[in-house]
T-cell receptor, first 112, second 115 residues
C-alpha cells in the first residue's frame, strides 16, 4: 500500500513568487496535516484538513493557505514568498479519531 | 506553556545498549494520543509507535516500546539493542481530544549511536 506522497521533492523559488506543494494521503485517510520545519528547528503546525474542510490553523500569516480535494489530497499554497519561508514542509495523514499519523517524505522549499 | 517536553537535546549511546528517550506531556483532556517519530538526516518523518490514553498496555513495535506512565504524564521511548542506523532526531508528539485536533511536537532529541 502506498504511503503519504508529497510533490515536488525540492522546489526553488524567488522571493515574492508563489509556491504550491501537494500531498496525497494514505488511501482511506481523511485527515491531512501540514507542518513547517525550518533548518535545525522543530515542527511548526500549519494547517489541518479533514473531509475537505480546514479544521485548524497554526500561527502563520494568511499568505499560507491550502485546500483539500474530494479525493482527500491536499495543496499548500504560499504566496509572496519570503526568504524565511525556506524550510522542509511535511504533510501527514491519518484516519479520523485518535490513531497513528504517517508523514510523507517532505518538500524542501528554498526561497532565493 | 509547553505541551510536549523533551529534556534531552542530544544523547550519545554505545551500539547494542538500550536507550531511553524522555518525553513528558501536559494536557487536561482525558482522551489523547501519543506518538514517537524518527527523523534521519534525509528529513522524512518515520512513524515509530503510538499510545492511546485509554490503552491499558504499553505499546511495543519491534525494538521500540513506549513506557507510558499516565499519572506522571510521561511517555518515554525505549529502544532496545541500539544500532548505528538508529542515529537520528527523535520527536515525541501528542494529539488531544478524540483525534479531532492537531498533533503537537516536542523539540526533539538527537540520538547518536557510537560504534
Amino acid at each position: 500500500e502506498a504511503g503519504v506522497t508529497q510533490s515536488p521533492t525540492h522546489l526553488i523559488k524567488t522571493r515574492g513568487q508563489q509556491a504550491t506543494l501537494r500531498c496525497s494521503p494514505i488511501s482511506g485517510h481523511t485527515s491531512v496535516y501540514w507542518y513547517q520545519q525550518a533548518l535545525g528547528l522543530g515542527l511548526q503546525f500549519l494547517l489541518w484538513y479533514d473531509e475537505g474542510e480546514e479544521r485548524n490553523r497554526g500561527n502563520f500569516p494568511p499568505r499560507f493557505s491550502g485546500r483539500q480535494f474530494p479525493n482527500y489530497s491536499s495543496e499548500l499554497n504560499v504566496n509572496a514568498l519570503e526568504l524565511e519561508d525556506s524550510a522542509l514542509y511535511l504533510c501527514a495523514s491519518s484516519f479520523v479519531g485518535n490513531t497513528e499519523a504517517f508523514f510523507g517524505q517532505g518538500t524542501r522549499l528554498t526561497v532565493v | 506553556a509547553q505541551k510536549i517536553t523533551q529534556t534531552q537535546p542530544g544523547m550519545f549511546v554505545q551500539e547494542k545498549e538500550a536507550v531511553t528517550l524522555d518525553c513528558t506531556y501536559d494536557t487536561s483532556d482525558p482522551s489523547y494520543g501519543l506518538f514517537w517519530y524518527k527523523q534521519p538526516s534525509s528529513g522524512e518523518m518515520i512513524f515509530l509507535i503510538y499510545q492511546g490514553s485509554y490503552d491499558q498496555q504499553n505499546a511495543t513495535e519491534g525494538r521500540y516500546s513506549l513506557n507510558f506512565q499516565k499519572a506522571r504524564k510521561s511517555a518515554n521511548l525505549v529502544i532496545s539493542a541500539s544500532q548505528l542506523g538508529d542515529s537520528a532526531m527523535y520527536f515525541c508528539a501528542m494529539r488531544e481530544g478524540e483525534g479531532d485536533d492537531k498533533i503537537i511536537f516536542g523539540k526533539g532529541t538527537r540520538l547518536h549511536i557510537l560504534p
